[in-house]
């Protein structure tokens, strides 16, 4: 019988999976499970926060890359350049997930052509996680939408300065005496 989905929740059921299966991986597949879940997520969420007039993570992250950019050159970058590496850095940050989802690319390149991956999967699962964190964290819902549907576990564990678990702890070197 069909039923009536929320796909806010769907994406926080995949994030909260994929952060699970990154958290307590074992093996490059659930690596690579977590980069397909955490980009579905973004694929509900960023929509979403377009609607609202906030940037996702990754167009920060592109206009980072801009800003770099223009800095190191010493000039303001053109429309065009801008555009340029605006869609560049765009496909960079989503490039595993991509790559993962599909095989070819329509008529430019045979799916035959497009069957190797090189990557470092745990650090494509850890930089997309995040995105897909913050992105879920700037959408327009209520924490007691979160809580009435079951997922305050998820709106604790994202609310957290480490939800990964990846941030190295950090430590002074002890002082010594002697002057």
């Known amino acids: 019988m069909q039923q009536k989905y929320d796909k806010r929740l769907i994406a926080a059921d995949m994030l909260e999976e994929a952060i699970s299966k990154f958290k307590t991986a074992t093996s490059d597949l659930d690596y690579i499970q977590s980069i397909l879940l955490a980009g579905a997520s973004i694929g509900i969420t960023n929509p979403l926060l377009s609607e609202n007039q906030k940037q996702t993570a990754h167009e920060k ?10 800095y190191g050159l010493g000039r303001q970058l053109s429309p065009q350049e801008r555009k340029d590496v605006f869609s560049g850095a765009m496909r960079f940050n989503k490039q595993a997930y991509n790559s993962l989802k599909h095989a070819g690319k329509g008529k430019q390149l045979a799916a035959s052509d497009d069957l190797e991956i090189e990557t470092d999967f745990a650090v494509e699962a850890e930089e997309l996680l995040w995105a897909a964190i913050e992105d879920f964290k700037g959408l327009p819902i209520s924490p ?4 009435d549907n079951g997922k ?10 480490d939800p990964l678990g990846t941030i190295p702890e950090m430590y002074s070197k002890p002082r010594s005496n002697t002057q």
């Open 61 to 70: 992250s592109a206009e980072n890359v801009i800003r770099i950019r223009e």
């Open 144 to 147: 007691e939408f979160l809580i």
């Open 152 to 161: 305050n576990d998820l709106r604790l564990l994202i609310g957290r300065s």
